[in-house]
Nanobody, 119 residues
Framework: QVQLVESGGGLVQPGGSLRLSCAAS????????MGWYRQAPGKQRELVAS???????NYGDSVKGRFTISRDNAKNTVYLQMNSLKPEDTAVYYC?????????????WGQGTQVTVSS
């Protein structure tokens, strides 16, 4: 079983910045991909950004140029630096990871962290 724990959400004014973190723990052999998704009230969950071994990072169109995803493989942690935040970025942000454990594969979700952009 692989657990993901997110942190860093909160309330920020428009134009501000936040940095989200997501740490994976458990019997992890290798993490192939990590990413961030978000879900606003009444909307479907959407991709924010993903980082996968061996391929370029991928961003949702609405966050390109403002958000940056990065990963610390030694810590099994993924980060999301969010700059120039807009009210429409308000959502619950979820971390996702997929890879290989000892003897199996996994695909896990975090519990979510609320990001609210408001003046």
């Amino acid at each position: 079983q692989v657990q993901l724990v997110e942190s860093g959400g909160g309330l920020v004014q428009p134009g501000g910045s936040l940095r989200l973190s997501c740490a994976a723990s458990g019997r992890i052999f290798r993490i192939n991909a990590m990413g961030w998704y978000r879900q606003a009230p009444g909307k479907q969950r959407e991709l924010v950004a993903s980082i996968t071994s061996g391929i370029p990072t991928n961003y949702g169109d609405s966050v390109k140029g403002r958000f940056t995803i990065s990963r610390d493989n030694a810590k099994n942690t993924v980060y999301l630096q969010m700059n120039s935040l807009k009210p429409e970025d308000t959502a619950v942000y979820y971390c996702n990871a997929a890879g290989v454990t000892v003897g199996s594969t996994f695909a896990s979700w975090g519990q979510g962290t609320q990001v609210t952009v408001s003046s």
